[in-house]
């Protein structure tokens, strides 16, 4: 796809991939073993399994988690964050912040390390948006490409060069590579080493808008169930017609897939037409109505659940505060009890899934949601209202098979956070009381 600088990015995605994951070599001081496995465990032992919830910034918190590990580890884990940096654009990060970022990380290592030429101009602009994902997630992105990297150096080595020319083996090293799940960091991997196959979109939705809305006149067979695919195919053929490169977030081809709006929208239509008609072409699906949900037995009249998601579209999710600068997402919560009497406030993130996660020898709640909810409470805490500065968080999540019930908190910061695991085996009572748990007062402290 036609981007000015992804020459100067592939190829130094290119060299990463050839060099330093097929290889054991390093992309800053080529020659030397700098991605090996025994460096990676280091890093897996200091950032993976060591995350810092504490308030201090990125920077800071990192330059704490990577106090004691060998300077090669600490080259390792600056060459993983040029990877991370790599592709993003500059509305993102400013070629000066990319550089910054990296060499504070190389800082202590001695004979000082330095970026090569191609690196820098590769950190000149890259070559998508990498929106709210690289801006708020970084450190979860950091971490899957220690946990990604461990995975790929445990393939054969055929296996590992045939993800150079393969795409679907390249697929199935990245999305089946353990770690936080960061779906845009896995499709910005793809695109990097299999530029010529993956597309630089890592939103899913629009990858998903692009094959419905150009699908139609470039996929003479219909969809496929494989995306990628069908988006390569897709690309193909505009370049064909176009003759050379295309870029279909000009202004050309933007508006044949990509409806966009302003402020956001009424009670939403998705791409219908007026009056629930779709437009022609429109592989969109037709949206629930309260008319489908009243037909398919719903115990409540269609009056009352107009109501409700009146209700709900108004309210939504408790908005925390407004982002402190405009590039920052609005903090939203699943959950917040309020009790006007008392003061209390208590913040439930809730996880339809596993809390917890076994690791050499221990369980440990997952890092990345105690981050999340970490995040929801420090981050309104000092703005002068006491019921931010005293909230409570809970993590509620599912007890799953083999896992005894989890009850457990701790105090940070101030704040007091439970962990609790529900059984969604028994009865509606039991799972009603387990619920009715987060509100618990604090433990007395023993005397």
């Known amino acids: 796809m036609g981007r ?13 991939l050839n060099d330093c994951l097929i290889q054991d070599g390093s992309l800053l001081t080529p020659g030397i073993a700098i991605w ?6 280091e890093l897996h032992t200091h950032y993976v399994a060591a995350p810092d919830v504490s308030a201090k910034s990125f920077g800071d918190k990192l330059e704490i988690q990577l106090v004691g590990v060998s300077d090669h580890a600490r080259q390792l884990f600056a060459e993983l964050y040029v990877l991370n940096l790599l592709s993003a654009a500059k509305r993102n990060f400013l070629q000066k912040t990319k550089i910054a970022y990296v060499e504070r990380v190389l800082a202590p290592i001695r004979p000082p ?13 890259g070559v998508f948006n990498g929106g709210r994902a690289w801006m708020n997630r970084g450190w979860a992105q950091l971490s899957f490409l220690v946990e990604f990297a461990e995975h790929f150096k445990q393939q054969d080595q055929a296996t590992r060069v045939a993800a150079r020319t393969d795409p679907v083996q390249l697929r199935h090293l990245v999305m089946d590579s353990p770690g936080h799940n960061e779906p845009a960091q896995r499709h910005a991997l793809l695109y990097l080493f299999q530029p010529r196959f993956f597309l630089p979109i890592v939103s899913e939705d629009h990858r998903r808008l692009l094959r419905e ?11 496929t169930d494989d995306l990628d695919a069908d988006l390569h195919t897709i690309m193909e053929a ?5 003759g050379g490169p295309v870029d279909v977030y000009d202004d050309t081809w933007r508006p044949r897939w990509l409806e966009e709006t302003v402020n956001p929208p009424p009670p939403p239509q998705s791409r ?12 969109e699906p037709r949206l629930y109505s309260v008319a489908d949900i009243v037909k398919a037995g719903s115990f409540h009249s269609a009056r009352r659940l107009q109501q409700i998601l009146n ?11 407004d982002a402190p600068a405009p590039f920052l997402p609005i903090m939203k919560t699943d959950i917040v009890l309020d009790n006007a009497s008392s003061g209390r406030r208590v913040v439930i993130e809730t996880k339809f899934t596993d809390g917890l996660i076994d ?28 019921a931010h500065d005293n909230a409570e968080g809970v993590l509620l999540f599912v007890k799953t098979d083999g896992r005894d019930v989890f009850d457990a908190e701790t105090t940070v910061q101030k704040h007091r956070i439970r962990f609790l695991s529900v059984d969604l085996s028994q009865r509606p009572a039991q799972i009603r009381a387990r619920w009715m748990q987060c509100l618990d007062q604090p433990r007395p402290v023993p005397g």
């Open 311 to 321: 209700h709900w579209r108004d309210k939504q999710n408790l908005v925390l505060q």
């Open 36 to 41: 090996t496995t025994e460096l990676l465990a």
């Open 238 to 242: 505009l370049e064909r017609e176009a």
């Open 4 to 16: 000015p600088n992804a020459p100067r990015v592939e190829a130094v995605a290119a060299r990463i």
């Open 113 to 125: 390390v330095t970026l090569p030429a191609d690196v820098v101009d590769g950190f000149s602009d």
């Open 213 to 223: 809305g150009l699908g139609g006149t470039y996929l003479p067979d219909g969809p």
């Open 359 to 386: 690791r050499d020898g221990r369980t440990t709640v997952k890092s990345g949601y105690l981050y999340q909810l970490y995040s929801y409470l420090a981050s309104q805490s000092g703005r002068g209202d006491p």
């Open 272 to 283: 219908q037409g007026p009056a629930g008609k779709q437009p022609p072409g429109s592989s």
